[in-house]
Antibody, heavy 117, light 110 residues
Framework: VQLVESGGGLVQPGGSLKLSCAAS????????MHWVRQAPGKGLVWVSR????????IYADSVKGRFTISRDDAKNTLYLQMNTLSAEDTALYYC???????????WGQGTLVTVSS | QSALTQPRSVSGSPGQSVTISCTGT?????????VSWYQQHPGDAPKLMVY???KRPSGVPDRFSGSKSGNTASLTISGLQAEDEADYYC??????????FGGGTKVTVL
C-alpha cells in the first residue's frame, strides 16, 4: 500500500490549492479516505472524509464551505480542493485511507501547504 | 484546543508500563467504540496502533493495549522499550459527522 500526496506549496492568503493523493496497491474506490493535517510543531487535526461510496463527504467545521474532498476512481486518486486559504491552514496534509470509516489505517507521507504573503 | 484531552507527557523506565488517557464526553468517547490510537515518531507519518478501543492491527506488538471506561479511553504500553519514545494521539468519532484527535502525548523513555 502506498499513498503519495502532491500539490502542496506556497500560496498567498485568499488563494486556492488542490492537493492530490495517488494510491497504489490500494483502491480508493473501495476504501474510506480522509485528509488529516498537522501544523508545524503541532498536533494532528482531522480535516475531511469521503465515504467508500464516493458520494458522502464530511468536513471539520474549520474548513467547511472552503475545502472539497473528491476522488477519481479511474486514476485511483484522492483530491482536496482548498479555497480561501489563510495562515491557519498552513500544515502538512496527510492522505489516509482504510476499510473502516472511523480508522486511519494507511497514511501517506504528507504534502506541505504554506499560506503566506 | 482539542475536544479530546490527553496528558502532554508521560515517562517511564525501560520495562515499566505507562498509560495514556484520552478523555472525551458522553457524546464521543463514551458513546462510540470508535477510539483509535496513533504513534508518531519525529519526521514520520503517524501509525495506527490500536483501533475500535482495544483491537491491534497485524504487526503491532501486544505490549500495546487499549481500553475504555466511561468517557475515558486509555492506551497502555507494557514493557516499555526505547523505540516506544514518540508522540501518541487518540482519535474518535464525535457523533456530529466529525472526528476529533486528542492533543497528543509525548512518551519519554528514561
Amino acid at each position: 500500500v502506498q499513498l503519495v500526496e502532491s500539490g502542496g506549496g506556497l500560496v498567498q492568503p485568499g488563494g486556492s490549492l488542490k492537493l492530490s493523493c495517488a494510491a497504489s496497491g490500494f483502491a480508493v474506490s473501495r476504501n474510506w479516505m480522509h485528509w488529516v493535517r498537522q501544523a508545524p510543531g503541532k498536533g494532528l487535526v482531522w480535516v475531511s472524509r469521503i465515504n467508500s461510496d464516493g458520494i458522502n463527504t464530511i468536513y471539520a467545521d474549520s474548513v467547511k464551505g472552503r475545502f472539497t474532498i473528491s476522488r477519481d476512481d479511474a486514476k485511483n486518486t484522492l483530491y482536496l480542493q482548498m479555497n480561501t486559504l489563510s495562515a491557519e491552514d498552513t500544515a502538512l496534509y496527510y492522505c489516509v485511507g482504510g476499510v473502516a470509516g472511523h480508522n486511519l489505517e494507511n497514511w501517506g507521507q504528507g504534502t506541505l501547504v504554506t499560506v503566506s504573503s | 484546543q482539542s475536544a479530546l484531552t490527553q496528558p502532554r507527557s508521560v515517562s517511564g523506565s525501560p520495562g515499566q508500563s505507562v498509560t495514556i488517557s484520552c478523555t472525551g464526553t458522553s457524546s464521543d468517547v463514551g458513546r462510540y467504540n470508535y477510539v483509535s490510537w496513533y504513534q508518531q515518531h519525529p519526521g514520520d507519518a503517524p501509525k495506527l496502533m490500536v483501533y475500535d478501543v482495544f483491537k491491534r492491527p497485524s504487526g503491532v506488538p501486544d505490549r500495546f493495549s487499549g481500553s475504555k471506561s466511561g468517557n475515558t479511553a486509555s492506551l497502555t504500553i507494557s514493557g516499555l522499550q526505547a523505540e516506544d519514545e514518540a508522540d501518541y494521539y487518540c482519535f474518535s468519532y464525535s457523533g456530529r459527522n466529525t472526528f476529533d484527535f486528542g492533543g497528543g502525548t509525548k512518551v519519554t523513555v528514561l
